[in-house]
């Protein structure tokens, strides 16, 4: 076929087809929240004390670092996915989470006996977050990866690394209001590897899935 | 390349987009040379030919057009098209066995103003994946391309309605392009 042809076959095809990528992202997101929120109020619910504690620094840190994770994924993922466009600020709206992390952390030993640092990092509840962090994004995972196809990223895997990051932001942050553990330094090990694992199956699925 | 042009390609797009065919057309027929360029610049430092690079432009084609919901109606549309021609360059030298990660696009954009000659290659690969897709979007899709005429008289000609002659091109380019990116992976 020559090319000609082919545009002549293309341009017949100019009917608006289909919702912007922001828009399919947009319903994936409200649907993973959903989702996610309902499986977290069904198997574990915020803790008894959470209300309570929204005057305590620590507590409030974990919400900051996994929201803000959360919306600057959003803000990467759409970059990434559209030919030609540069990351821009949000590579360093990213930074922000581990930074604030860090600083928490920083804080956490300035207030803390060394005696008790080992104990705060090991925490009580390090399995169920293993578990539930995880279990709890695969909903907004799936989701956004699907919405993500509408996209073209010049990198799928890294494009699903960082869908893997908004499902490991909004279920880390739903998770947060019911795990005991506040400590950062609980938060530095236990919430990072667990939304590592999202990241991983995101990249692992973004690879083949994300492909245009 | 003028930002004139340029501006004047980013409405045709956006009329495009708003189902405009002609000025489709107009705007995918001025791509077309860039395109070409960037195909034969990258094509020729490996060592393929000619038609290799006619092949990658008709895949690039495809992708602007599949993925057109990408491109922001107020952003500049060159750095875009650029960047899914470069994209598509990467991944037919991929399959080829090339390292296409070392194109680098850049280099190219001083070559783009000078437009080649119209190419009248008759390409291999999108033809021959023509005949692997179903016998409806097939006869489509040659009617439309290859013979030229409108999803009307397309949709006498097959006695079928217009509607299902837009789905079936639509479709039919659609897997036209998927098996195009399948190929060899």
């Known amino acids: 076929m020559k090319t000609d042809d082919l545009i002549r076959a293309i341009a017949q095809d100019a009917a608006p087809s289909g919702l912007r990528p922001q828009a399919r992202l947009a319903l994936a997101l409200a649907g993973g929240v959903a989702a996610a929120a309902i499986l977290f109020l069904l198997l574990l619910g915020p803790r008894g004390d959470a209300v309570a504690s929204l005057d305590q620094l620590r507590f409030l840190l974990k919400f900051a670092v996994t929201l803000v994770l959360a919306v600057a994924a959003i803000g990467l993922v759409l970059r990434l996915i559209q030919p030609g466009a540069s990351a821009g600020v949000w590579r360093g709206v990213l930074l922000l989470a581990p930074g604030l992390l860090l600083i928490g952390i920083a804080g956490e030993l300035m207030a803390l006996p060394e005696a008790r640092w080992l104990p705060a990092l090991v925490g009580v509840n390090a399995r169920v977050c293993l578990t539930y962090i995880p279990l709890m994004g695969l909903a907004p995972l799936g ?24 499902a490991g932001g909004i279920s880390a942050a739903l998770y947060a ?6 400590s950062p330094l609980f938060v530095a090990t236990w919430y990072t590897l667990a939304i590592a694992m999202l990241v991983a199956l995101g990249a692992l699925i973004g690879r083949r899935l994300l492909r245009w | ?118 190419d009248r290659t008759v390409v291999n690969d999108v033809a021959k994946h023509l005949h ?50 399948e190929r060899g992976a």
């Open chain 1, 143 to 166: 989701l956004i990866l699907f919405a993500l196809r509408g996209g073209a990223p010049a990198r799928p895997a890294l494009a699903g690394a960082v869908a893997g990051l908004i």
């Open chain 1, 177 to 182: 209001a019911h795990c005991p553990d506040d």
């Open chain 2, 1 to 118: 390349m003028t930002g004139e042009a340029e501006l004047e390609w980013a409405a045709w797009m956006r009329a495009a987009l708003a189902g405009d065919a002609v000025a489709y057309q107009a705007l995918l027929l001025a791509l077309t040379p860039v395109l070409r360029a960037i195909a034969r610049r990258g094509c020729q430092r490996v060592g393929l030919t000619a038609a290799d690079a006619e092949d990658v432009v008709q895949e690039t084609l495809l992708a602007i057009h599949l993925k057109r919901q990408t491109w922001q109606p107020d952003m500049p549309i060159m750095p875009w098209v650029r960047a899914i021609a470069r994209n598509k360059l990467v991944d037919a030298l991929r399959r080829r066995g090339r390292r296409g990660r070392e194109i680098d696009i850049d280099d190219v954009s001083d070559v783009l103003a000078a437009a080649p000659e119209e």
């Open chain 2, 132 to 181: 692997n897709l179903a016998p409806g979007q097939r006869n489509v899709v040659q009617a439309v391309a290859i013979d030229g005429i409108s999803i009307r008289e397309t949709a006498q000609r097959l006695t079928m309605s217009e509607g299902a002659v837009r789905v079936a091109l639509h479709r039919g380019l659609a897997l036209l392009a998927q098996r195009l990116r």
